[in-house]
């Protein structure tokens, strides 16, 4: 796996600051870090402009020390929540955009580039790259289909999420009283600060993130279909069968 030096001197000021949560993502983590890598050199603004910070939640295996290896800035945060983990690396990061994305994505190579030219031409306020899949079936392609038209309805989507750093600490940053659906939240409180300013989300072109299939390798291919309305519903509801799904499936340890 190749370097990614992200430990820059003092003086330097990132343009970017890429946050990575990861729990026991010693698998899963260096082709993530391998595609940062790639596409930190693609950055027209350079690579020195982009820095990395792998927040290691409370890991039992060698995430920190894989992360460290590739030249990644690690940081600890030991709060079991995705929100938590996301917001510690915000307020560590030292750029003016801030992205997250999860520790078994791979990013496109133009990444950077997209987001920057999307910034700099468009009155976005907040946006994501988009995903495909490492892998498809019929399951995952209806499953995929299935949450498109909100996608495109709400204008929110996933792999890479962005900001800039002001907007972000604006709205608060992830609300750390939702175990899931942590990013809706946040793209919805910035799509409500944007409106003052006629800004809106957007979904840049041309650097869609590859998103891993492990939890449909473990479930099923057509487990969406079977699991997640009872959990939509459960959550709406209030329910608190729905927090022993939500601890298994996004919180356990199955890597």
Known sequence: M???????????????????????????????LTSVAAARERYAGGAAAVEVLVVDNASTDATAAVATAAGARVLREEKRVIAAVRNAGARQARGDILAFVDADTRIHPETFNVIHRALATHPLVAGATGVTLERWSAGLALSYAFLMPMVWLLRMDTG????????????????????????????????????????????????????????????????????????????????????????????????
């Open 2 to 32: 190749p370097p990614v030096p992200t430990l820059l001197p003092a003086d330097v000021q990132p343009r970017f600051s890429l946050v990575v949560p990861a729990r026991n993502e010693e698998r899963l983590l260096p082709a993530l």
């Open 160 to 255: 890479v999420v962005f900001c800039r750093r002001e907007d972000f600490f604006a709205v608060g940053g992830y609300d750390e009283g939702r175990l899931i659906a942590e990013d809706l939240g946040l793209l919805l409180a910035l799509r409500r600060h944007g409106r003052a300013s006629g800004r809106r989300l957007g979904r840049p072109r041309g650097a869609k993130a590859i998103a891993s299939t492990r939890k449909f390798d473990r479930y099923g291919d057509w487990h969406y279909f079977r699991e997640m309305p009872r959990v939509a519903m459960s959550v709406l509801l209030g329910r608190p069968t729905a927090d022993a799904f939500i601890q298994s499936y996004w919180y356990g340890d199955q890597r």
